[in-house]
């Protein structure tokens, strides 16, 4: 099965820009489509977007068009959510998650273990 | 696109309750659905996906039904162990959008 291990915490400032990768390991790593989730504290699971490396593509939620940039590095299997001109708002808990491959069909079973991104000034 | 919807928001019932969770899809999407458990702290877990597929390693008290618009999650028996948070997802096409979640607790 895919495993997926994030970059640690940051801490940020209004107006800046925050990248928190994504590390792809076993199974399937190589071809892994690579989705972001968040979740702001106390909140629900919001989907950001996914990129699909070997093609490559990618697709935004509405939300986030234009203030995020999702891209992959095939060679490091590692995948990458930037996100620009932070707000209060974006504080919140950004998770990798895919679908490894290995038994279902469907939805996401394998998560990373979440980075917390704290905007503040 | 498509907007997903949930009832109730939470509810609290007893151990060994049978419990039912509503999820609504705007427009149709097949039987893509996908369930989760969160609990608080944790990173989401997979339960059920093709809306009635038991994930593996899934306790068999958990159950899903429905197609098209409608499709439901059932836990037959609640345990203290699925005092958490539920989320429906629709994964026929991008955006993957969650319904808002339903959280339930022991009484």
């Known amino acids: 099965q895919v495993q997926l291990v994030q970059s640690g915490a940051e801490v940020k400032k209004p107006g800046s820009s925050v990248k928190v990768s994504c590390k792809a390991s076993g199974g399937a790593s190589t071809t892994a489509v690579i989705n972001w989730v968040r979740q702001a504290p106390g909140q629900g699971l919001e989907w950001m977007g996914r990129?699909?490396?070997?093609?490559?593509?990618?697709d935004y939620a509405q939300n986030f068009q234009g203030r995020v940039t999702l891209t992959s590095d095939k060679s490091t299997t590692t995948a990458y959510m930037e996100l620009n001109n932070l707000r209060s708002e974006d504080t919140a808990v950004y998770y990798c998650?895919?679908?490894?491959?290995?038994?279902?069909?469907?939805?996401?079973?394998?998560w990373g273990q979440g980075t917390l991104v704290t905007v503040s000034s | 696109d498509i907007q997903m919807t949930q009832s109730p928001s939470s509810l609290s019932a007893s151990v060994g309750d049978r419990v039912t969770i509503t999820c609504r899809a705007s427009?149709?999407?097949?039987?893509?659905l996908a369930w989760y458990q969160q609990k608080p702290g944790k990173v989401p877990k997979l339960l059920i996906y093709?809306?009635?597929t038991l994930q593996s390693g899934v306790p068999s008290r958990f159950s899903g039904s429905g197609s098209g618009t409608d499709f439901t999650l059932t836990i037959s028996s609640l345990q203290p162990d699925d005092v958490a948070t539920y989320y429906c997802q629709k994964y026929n096409s991008a955006p993957f959008t969650f319904g808002p979640g339903t959280k339930v607790d022991i009484e």
């Open positions: 998650a895919t679908l490894s491959g290995d038994g279902a069909t469907g939805g996401f079973d394998s």
């Open positions: 093709a809306a009635s």
């Open positions: 990129i699909i490396p070997i093609i490559p593509k990618t």
């Open positions: 427009q149709g999407i097949y039987n893509y």
